[in-house]
C-alpha cells in the first residue's frame, strides 16, 4: 500500500491555494509551522476527530481527504490571511508592541473569516481590543514593574529564604500514590493533614536531591534572580527561573489591574519561592511528592503510567532501534506536572485530592504526546 508522509500531502495542496495564502505562507509558498499548529489542524484538518488524518504516513485514501478538507476551506484560509493582514495593520498603526502577532492573532483571523465577511479597521481595532485588552497586565507591564522595582523584590525574597525550613526526612508516599492511582481520596485527606508535601519539599534541600527530581540543574536550590529576559521556548528548569520567567507566560491571562494587584502578584510569587517544592499550597506539594513517587515506578501507581508509556507504537520503535524514547521523560513529567500547579495557584484554583490523580496523569500524557509528535516529524522528514 503506498503510503504518503502527511507534511508532504500538507505542503503540495498548499501550493495549490495560491497568493491568497501568502500571508500566512513562508518564503517558499509552504505553510507556516505556526500555521499548521494553530490554523490546519486544529481548525480545518482536526485530527482529534479524524485521527486518521493525524498519521506520519497517509495511505491513499486519507491523503485523498487531506487534501480535499484544504482545498475546502481554501476561501477561509484565504480570508483569514486577509484579516490576518489588516489587524497587524492596526496593530502597527496603534503602536502595540506586546506578544507575537502569529500566535495572537491566527485563530482569530480565522474566527473573523468565518463570521466577520470582508477585514474592515473597526473589526479589526474590536478584534485586538479583545485580544489585547488595555485594562489587564501585560507581560511588557510586568516586565517594566520588576526593572522599576527590582531592589524591593529581591528584599522580599531574601526575606523569606532567610527563615525557609532545612532539610528534613523524605517520607515514604507509595501507599498515597497507589491509592490515588486506585480512585481513592482518604490516603490524600491524611497527608495532607500531616503536611507530607512539605517535608517531602523540604527534603529536597539536600545535595543533588532536587535536581535528581528534575527541578533545579545546582546541587542545592538558590533565591532566584529578579529577571529581566524571558523566552518561552527556553525556559529553566523550575526552581531556576527568575521572577519574571514564572510569571510572564500567565500575567496576561489573570485578568488583574493596576500596580497594587501586580505588586501582590510579584510578592506572593517572590515569597512562594522559598517554600517546599516552591508552592504555597499543601495540597500542590503533596501532589508534586506523590508524583515523583508514582514516576519512580514502584506499586500500581508506578505500572499505570509505565503502560501509558508501553502502548506506544514509537516506544516500541525505539526500543528495537536501541534508543531510549523514555530518556529524561521523568524530570520533563516533574516540570510539567510542577508547571501546572504553580499555574492553579496562580489562578486561586488549588489542587485536591480529586484533582490529584488526573494532575500526574495528565502531566504524564503530555510529555508522552510531545514525544510522540518529535517521532511523527522525524518520521515524515524521513
Same mark, same amino acid.
Given at each position: 500500500m503506498t503510503q504518503t508522509p502527511r507534511m508532504t500531502v500538507i505542503a503540495d495542496t498548499w501550493l495549490e491555494l495560491g497568493s491568497g495564502v501568502a500571508p500566512l505562507s513562508n518564503a517558499a509558498g509552504l505553510p507556516l509551522a505556526r500555521t499548521v499548529k494553530l490554523v490546519l489542524d486544529p481548525l480545518v484538518i482536526r485530527p482529534a476527530q479524524r485521527p486518521h488524518l493525524g498519521h506520519a504516513l497517509l495511505d491513499e485514501d486519507a491523503a485523498g481527504e487531506l487534501r480535499e478538507r484544504i482545498r475546502e476551506a481554501g476561501g477561509d484560509l484565504a480570508s483569514t490571511a486577509a484579516w490576518f493582514t489588516m489587524m497587524k495593520t492596526r496593530r502597527r498603526a496603534r503602536k502595540i508592541t506586546s506578544g507575537s502577532p502569529q500566535d495572537l492573532y491566527f485563530q482569530k483571523a480565522y474566527e473573523l473569516a468565518k463570521t466577520a465577511g470582508d477585514p474592515s479597521e473597526a473589526a479589526a481595532d474590536a478584534a485586538l481590543d479583545e485580544v489585547h485588552d488595555p485594562g489587564r497586565i501585560s507581560a511588557a507591564d510586568l516586565r517594566e514593574f520588576l526593572a522599576a522595582t527590582?531592589?524591593?523584590?529581591?528584599?522580599?525574597?531574601?526575606?523569606?529564604?532567610?527563615?525557609?525550613?532545612?532539610?528534613?526526612?523524605?517520607?515514604? /508516599?507509595? *501507599? $498515597?500514590? &497507589? @491509592?490515588? =492511582?486506585?480512585?481513592?481520596? #482518604?490516603?490524600?485527606?491524611? +497527608?495532607? %493533614?500531616?503536611?507530607?508535601?512539605?517535608?517531602?519539599?523540604?527534603?529536597?534541600?539536600?545535595?543533588?536531591?532536587?535536581?535528581?527530581?528534575?527541578?533545579?540543574?545546582?546541587?542545592?536550590?538558590?533565591?532566584?534572580?529578579?529577571?529581566?529576559?524571558?523566552?518561552?521556548?527556553?525556559?529553566?528548569?523550575?526552581?531556576?527561573?527568575?521572577?519574571?520567567?514564572?510569571?510572564?507566560?500567565?500575567?496576561?491571562?489573570?485578568?488583574?489591574?493596576?500596580?497594587?494587584? /501586580?505588586? *501582590? $502578584?510579584? &510578592? @506572593?510569587? =517572590?515569597?512562594?519561592?522559598? #517554600?517546599?517544592?516552591?508552592? +504555597?499550597? %499543601?495540597?500542590?506539594?503533596?501532589?508534586?511528592?506523590?508524583?515523583?513517587?508514582?514516576?519512580?515506578?514502584?506499586?500500581?501507581?508506578?505500572?499505570?503510567?509505565?503502560?501509558?508509556?508501553?502502548?506506544?507504537?514509537?516506544?516500541?520503535?525505539?526500543?528495537?532501534?536501541?534508543?531510549?524514547?523514555?530518556?529524561?521523560?521523568?524530570?520533563?513529567?516533574?516540570?510539567?506536572?510542577?508547571?501546572?500547579?504553580?499555574?492553579?495557584?496562580?489562578?486561586?484554583?488549588?489542587?485536591? *485530592?480529586?484533582?490529584?490523580?488526573?494532575?500526574?496523569?495528565?502531566?504524564?500524557?503530555?510529555?508522552?504526546?510531545?514525544?510522540?509528535d518529535a517521532a511523527k516529524s522525524q518520521m515524515g522528514r524521513a
Open positions: 527590582a531592589d524591593r523584590v529581591r528584599s522580599v525574597i531574601d526575606e523569606a529564604w532567610e527563615v525557609a525550613a532545612p532539610a528534613g526526612a523524605d517520607p515514604d /508516599l507509595a *501507599a $498515597l500514590a &497507589d @491509592d490515588l =492511582a486506585d480512585g481513592g481520596f #482518604d490516603a490524600f485527606d491524611a +497527608a495532607t %493533614e500531616r503536611g507530607d508535601g512539605s517535608a517531602a519539599g523540604r527534603a529536597l534541600a539536600a545535595p543533588g536531591a532536587a535536581r535528581a527530581a528534575g527541578m533545579t540543574a545546582r546541587e542545592v536550590p538558590e533565591p532566584p534572580a529578579v529577571g529581566e529576559q524571558a523566552s518561552k521556548a527556553h525556559l529553566p528548569d523550575p526552581f531556576d527561573r527568575s521572577i519574571l520567567e514564572r510569571l510572564f507566560q500567565q500575567v496576561s491571562s489573570l485578568g488583574i489591574a493596576g500596580t497594587q494587584a /501586580l505588586s *501582590a $502578584l510579584v &510578592d @506572593d510569587e =517572590a515569597r512562594r519561592t522559598a #517554600d517546599p517544592w516552591q508552592l +504555597a499550597a %499543601e495540597e500542590s506539594r503533596l501532589v508534586m511528592s506523590a508524583g515523583r513517587t508514582a514516576l519512580d515506578g514502584a506499586g500500581s501507581a508506578g505500572r499505570i503510567l509505565d503502560t501509558r508509556w508501553q502502548r506506544e507504537a514509537f516506544v516500541r520503535r525505539a526500543h528495537r532501534m536501541g534508543i531510549d524514547a523514555r530518556e529524561g521523560a521523568r524530570e520533563a513529567v516533574m516540570r510539567r506536572l510542577w508547571a501546572r500547579l504553580q499555574g492553579r495557584e496562580l489562578r486561586r484554583t488549588p489542587a485536591d *485530592a480529586t484533582d490529584a490523580w488526573d494532575l500526574i496523569d495528565g502531566a504524564t500524557r503530555s510529555v508522552i504526546l510531545d514525544r510522540r
